[in-house]
């Protein structure tokens, strides 16, 4: 089942902080811990907001090459209407190592951990701060290591929202195109090229300009050469679409792919989309959106992501986000559109009641019963992967476009 939803004609609703501030300040709302923790390949650290809230996950992201957790992720946690969802959930980011902010040279010789040996030290950082599982955040590099580490610890990894994630080896022709621009190009210009689009390149001269910026000035370059050939060694994952009978290696949670559609990255998220099981993923792709979508389109991926943690069962009475309201406000044909959207981002509609015991529960925690439906109720009419639909042809995943 494929859906096609057209955008309401808004403006992007504009964060709490200007970008060049936000990719490197996050509001001071929460408790923080900061640590270097030590796993099975070495040290990472690590920065922990908010206490984790009983048996719920906490909120687990890992960033792209050429970036941090500050730099990938804050434009997104500043932003007014993540607040609502941090409230509900600790946050775990996570540094690869040597990229953090004023991190040493590594001494000579050193070996740098693999794509795989940096998703074995996630275990070790959740029993670090107590944490039984994880909703995944990663972006490229980051959503490959977050991957692996769901194949590897399924009962670790609730859920995954993997940005621009590649889940193929770096091919001979990459290869051999990496190493001649290499001898052609500065590492930052590489590593930009990875990142953002070539429309995005062009046009987005001050995005660009802040993040090459940051790249040539905060990063340690030594460092980051280390995670760039770490990424490019890395294996495919090997992952197929489940088929009835066949014994497949494939995500076991719900997974939302997105990609922004002029992001480098769309045919590798779109082949992807097409070894994953159907039924517990959705294809998000974002309209006049480049490479980060979590920088240029914040409010529409923090929508995106609380109908997906909603489908999963937790935060059943939130509220809308401010972009809903906006486009509730415009017109009750965008409302219809928004209710189909709600339920366009899982599938998971049964296991959103039967795993917290909410629905017709939910309404009742709220005084606006019909918004609470679009939030819960619907969900649970989308069943078009369902097993019950028997005589409806062979399951396909969810694409969204907004």
């Known amino acids: 089942m494929s859906m096609e939803l057209q955008d309401a004609h808004l403006a992007e609703v504009k964060p709490l902080v200007e970008k060049d501030e936000a990719i490197t ?22 920065t922990m907001y908010g206490t984790p809230k009983g048996n719920r996950p906490a909120i687990l992201t890992y960033h792209d090459i050429g970036l941090n957790h500050k730099t990938c992720f804050n434009p997104l946690f500043n932003f007014e209407d ?8 600790a946050v775990c980011h996570v540094d690869a190592p040597g990229q953090q902010d004023g991190a040493a040279s590594f001494p000579a010789g050193y070996m740098y951990p693999s794509m795989d040996q940096l998703a074995e030290m996630l275990p070790g950082i959740l029993k670090q701060f107590g944490l039984k599982s994880v909703i995944g955040m990663g972006t490229g590099a980051g959503a490959y290591i977050l991957t692996r580490f769901a194949l590897n610890n399924p009962e670790m990894v609730e859920g995954l929202v993997l940005i621009n994630v590649n889940p193929c080896a770096e091919g001979w022709m990459d290869w051999a195109a990496t190493k001649i621009s290499g001898w ?5 210009d590489m590593v930009i090229s990875h990142l953002f689009g070539k429309e995005e390149i062009h046009n987005s001269h001050d995005l660009i300009h802040t993040y090459r910026q940051h790249i040539v000035n905060d990063m340690n370059q030594t460092n980051l050469h280390l995670f760039v050939n770490s990424y490019n ?36 998220v779109v082949e992807c989309n097409s070894k994953l099981d159907p039924t517990k993923t959705t294809l998000l792709k974002m309209a006049d959106c480049g490479g980060l979508p979590q920088v240029s389109q914040p409010a529409k991926l923090a929508e995106a992501f609380k ?18 309201r906006s486009r509730t406000a415009s017109g009750s044909s965008v409302t219809s559109l928004e209710g189909q959207r709600s339920r366009s981002h899982t599938g998971e509609g049964t296991r959103s009641r039967s795993h917290t015991g909410e629905g017709d529960r939910s309404r009742s925690h709220t005084g606006d019963g019909s918004r609470n439906r ?15 639909n028997a005589e409806q042809p062979a399951p396909k ?6």
């Open 397 to 402: 995943s969810m694409e969204v476009s907004c």
């Open 184 to 188: 052609a190009h500065a590492l930052p």
């Open 82 to 89: 993540m607040q609502e969802i941090t409230q509900h959930f």
């Open 233 to 268: 060694s890395r294996r495919d994952l090997e992952i197929e679409r489940p088929i009835p009978g066949a014994n497949v290696v494939t995500l076991q949670c719900p997974s939302l792919l997105v990609v922004g559609d002029s992001s480098p990255a769309v045919d590798a």
């Open 307 to 324: 109908y997906f943690v909603q489908g999963m069962g937790y935060m059943p009475s939130a509220s809308m986000t401010r972009l809903m």
């Open 25 to 46: 300040r996050l509001l001071p709302d929460f408790d923080v811990q900061e640590q270097d923790v030590e796993t099975l390949h070495g040290s990472v650290h690590v």
């Open 374 to 388: 679009a939030h819960t109720d619907t969900r649970a009419e989308l069943t078009p992967n369902s097993a019950g």
